[in-house]
C-alpha cells in the first residue's frame, strides 16, 4: 500500500492507495506548531480506526506548500514506517517540461494536479484548484506545464474581509437566496460566492482563448480543492470534479520515479 500526504495551508490531507485504488482518506488542519509525537500519535488512531496495519504501507509520498511541515511529515513517516518519503519537487523526473521561469518556484500541488489531471483527461488541460488561493494551472496537448494564474481563494477571501474592516462581520458560506442582498452578510456572501463562479467562468474564457492559439484545440477543464463541487454547480466552464487529483498526483509522480530507478 502506498501513502499520499498532501499539506496544504489550511488542510493537510492523508490518502491510502491499494495499488492505485484509493481505499481510504482522512483529513487534519494544517496548524503550526505540530509535533512529530502528535502527529505519530494521531496518524496511529486513523490506521486503526480504518483497519489498515502500519506495516501495509511501503512507500510514502508528500506534496507540502507548507515548508515549515514537511521536516515534521518526514520524521513522522521514518518513525511510523521506517520509510523516508518521496517529496514532490519540479527537480523529480517528472516525464514533463515546466515552462516556469524558475520551475522550483511551482508548488507541489499545482504539479500534482497537472500530472493527474493529465493522466486522466489528457490535454489540453485547465485544472482549477479551488483552496487557500484559487488556481488555474494549464497544461499542453503533450502534458507539459505551461503556466497559469493564481488568485485568492473562496475562504480567504471572506477571512480578508472580516480582519481588514471595522464592521463587516465573519460569515457562514452559504449561497443567498438572491444576487441583490437585503442585509450585510447576504451582500458579503453575494458577492463573495457569486463573484467567485463568475470569476472562475471569465477566466477560463480568457485562459481558453490564449492557449487555443497554441494547442488549436480547445482544453477540458476539471476542478478540484474544497469548493470546487459548489462551483461547477453554478457554471457550465467546468466539466469534471476531481477531490483527490493532488492525492492521486501523488501517488503517480512516486510510481514515474520509483521506474525510473529500475
Excluded at 441583490?180 to 460566492?193: A, D, E, F, K, P
Aim: glycine share 8%.
Amino acid at each position: 500500500m502506498f501513502l499520499a500526504i498532501d499539506i496544504g495551508n489550511t488542510h493537510t490531507v492523508f490518502g491510502v492507495y491499494r495499488k492505485s485504488k484509493l481505499i481510504s482518506h482522512w483529513r487534519v488542519a494544517s496548524n503550526l506548531p505540530v509535533s512529530e509525537k502528535e502527529l505519530v500519535s494521531l496518524n496511529k488512531t486513523f490506521f486503526a480506526n480504518e483497519n489498515i496495519k502500519l506495516s501495509s504501507i511501503d512507500g510514502v509520498g508528500i506534496s507540502s506548500v507548507v515548508p515549515a511541515l514537511t521536516e515534521t511529515y518526514t520524521a513522522m513517516s521514518k518513525q511510523l514506517f521506517n520509510i523516508f518519503p518521496l517529496i514532490v519537487s519540479a527537480a523529480l523526473d517528472l516525464k514533463i517540461k515546466i515552462h516556469y521561469d524558475n520551475p522550483e518556484t511551482l508548488g507541489a500541488d499545482r504539479i500534482c494536479n497537472a500530472i493527474a489531471g493529465y493522466a486522466k483527461y489528457h490535454g489540453p488541460l485547465i485544472v482549477i484548484d479551488f483552496g487557500t488561493a484559487t488556481t488555474y494551472d494549464v497544461i499542453a496537448t503533450n502534458g507539459d506545464f505551461l503556466g497559469g494564474v493564481i488568485a485568492p481563494g473562496i475562504e480567504t477571501m471572506a477571512v480578508a474581509l472580516h480582519q481588514r474592516t471595522a464592521k463587516l462581520p465573519s460569515i457562514e458560506l452559504q449561497l443567498p437566496e438572491a444576487v441583490i442582498g437585503t442585509n450585510t452578510v447576504n451582500n458579503i456572501q453575494s458577492g463573495i460566492l457569486f463573484g467567485a463562479v463568475d470569476a472562475a467562468a471569465g477566466m477560463v474564457k480568457r485562459v481558453q482563448k490564449e492557449l487555443y492559439k497554441r494547442e488549436r484545440n480547445n482544453a477540458t477543464v476539471i476542478a478540484t480543492g474544497g469548493f470546487s463541487g459548489f462551483v461547477s454547480k453554478h457554471t457550465t466552464v467546468i466539466q469534471h470534479v476531481e477531490p483527490n487529483l493532488v492525492l492521486d498526483g501523488i501517488r503517480l509522480i512516486y510510481d514515474r520515479v520509483q521506474k525510473s530507478k529500475k
